[in-house]
């Protein structure tokens, strides 16, 4: 049973129209990752995985969790005894994550929610991860989310970030330079982050399509 809570805590966040409305091409979505990582999206899944320390029993939250590939791969990290949930805007994108989630016979929730107003109870989660996510967030709902993430951390939870980040100049990946990906720089958040109540606050690039990745301490 995962603990969630009727109301919104952030009771005058809507889901209006300057909140994102996540990505509603699922099919499209996972082929594009497909040919991104030239056929290796497994490892790069388990490479980010790897940073987010999962180990059996961890319950885990993944924000934006898309079609579900992520939280598939986690599932089998965390077990046995652990949980993973995902949540995400995009009814499109859940309904092909609870599809997956489902042939593969595994028993992950999928939770259509904004990332700014989480339905969990305070402390529940040790690892919440957003891969990928933060740049299709307004600027000013940030601090929002990595508020909401240590919410619903318990004390000592990990807080996993993978987005883009550094001067576009300097990106060898065609998909970092563009649209909102060239706008956004992780590691301007490493600010909020200590402001949200996370601590040994660390980043740098991964290996994979110009993405760097922030993690924290939640206090």
């Not at 030239?38 to 940073?51: M, P, T, V």
């Not at 999928?110 to 919440?128: I, N, Q, R, T, Y």
């Not at 601090?143 to 619903?152: D, M």
């Amino acid at each position: 049973m995962h603990h969630m809570r009727s109301e919104g805590r952030n009771a005058g966040v809507e889901i209006g129209p300057e909140a994102n409305k996540g990505i509603s091409f699922p099919r499209l979505y996972d082929l594009l990752l497909l040919m991104l990582t030239r056929g290796r999206d497994r490892a790069y899944r388990e490479d980010l995985l790897d940073l987010g320390g999962l180990a059996p029993g961890f319950q885990l939250l993944d924000v934006g969790c898309g079609t579900g590939t992520q939280a598939i791969a986690a599932w089998h990290r965390v077990q046995p005894g652990g949980s993973v949930v995902g949540v995400d805007v995009s009814e499109r994108m859940l309904a092909a994550a609870r599809r997956k989630a489902g042939r593969a016979g595994l028993d992950i929730a999928f939770h259509h929610a904004d990332a700014a107003d989480l339905p969990f109870e305070d402390g529940h989660f040790d690892v919440v991860t957003f891969t990928t996510v933060l740049h299709m967030v307004p600027e000013a709902r940030r601090s929002l989310c990595l508020r909401e993430a240590a919410r619903v951390l318990a004390p000592g939870g990990r807080l996993l970030l993978i987005d883009y980040a550094g001067p576009v100049s300097g990106r060898g990946h065609m998909s970092a330079k563009h649209g909102l990906h060239g706008q956004f720089d992780l590691h301007r958040l490493r600010e909020p982050l200590a402001a949200a109540g996370f601590e040994r606050i660390e980043g740098g690039p991964l290996d994979w399509l110009g993405l760097h990745f922030l993690r924290g301490i939640r206090v």
